[in-house]
């Protein structure tokens, strides 16, 4: 059975990189470590700009900073794809309309690939 990831990985890569808490709030434009300590706890989502922040320091992408959180996100657009894809079925399978199914097709199908350990 695959284990599941955890919400984001930014002790691992703070580490990685030698930096402390203080260290990376001070580059993600914060007061304190305080606030770093909380999103390595999971205690606190950043926004979107801090998201980006991360990526910019640990030189990562988001998806692979925020793995878990990332994998909770798909599964969910996932299904909203699979429930809008069934709204879609009593429609005459136009152009736009065919295209449109494709669509929430591939994105409801993207979280149907096995879980990365």
Same mark, same amino acid.
């Given at each position: 059975?695959a284990?599941?990831?955890?919400?984001?990985y930014?002790?691992?890569?703070r580490?990685?990189?030698?930096?402390?808490?203080?260290d990376?709030? =001070?580059l993600?434009?914060?007061?304190?470590?305080?606030?770093?300590?909380? =999103?390595?706890?999971? !205690?606190?989502?950043p926004?979107?700009?801090? !998201?980006?922040?991360?990526?910019?320091?640990?030189? *990562?992408?988001?998806?692979e900073?925020f793995?878990?959180? =990332?994998?909770q996100?798909?599964?969910e657009?996932?299904?909203?794809? *699979?429930?809008l894809a069934?709204?879609?079925?009593?429609r005459?399978?136009?152009h736009?309309?065919?295209?449109?199914?494709?669509t929430?097709k591939?994105?409801?199908? !993207? *979280?149907?690939?096995?879980?990365?350990?």
């Amino acid at each position: 059975m695959a284990s599941s990831r955890l919400p984001n990985y930014l002790r691992k890569h703070r580490k990685r990189l030698g930096l402390s808490q203080d260290d990376v709030a =001070y580059l993600l434009g914060a007061e304190s470590g305080a606030k770093t300590s909380r =999103y390595e706890r999971f !205690a606190r989502e950043p926004g979107f700009r801090t !998201a980006l922040a991360c990526e910019a320091v640990f030189q *990562k992408p988001i998806r692979e900073l925020f793995a878990g959180l =990332y994998e909770q996100i798909e599964r969910e657009v996932a299904e909203r794809a *699979k429930k809008l894809a069934l709204k879609t079925n009593h429609r005459n399978p136009g152009h736009q309309t065919t295209s449109k199914r494709e669509t929430l097709k591939r994105i409801a199908a !993207a *979280k149907s690939k096995k879980p990365r350990n």
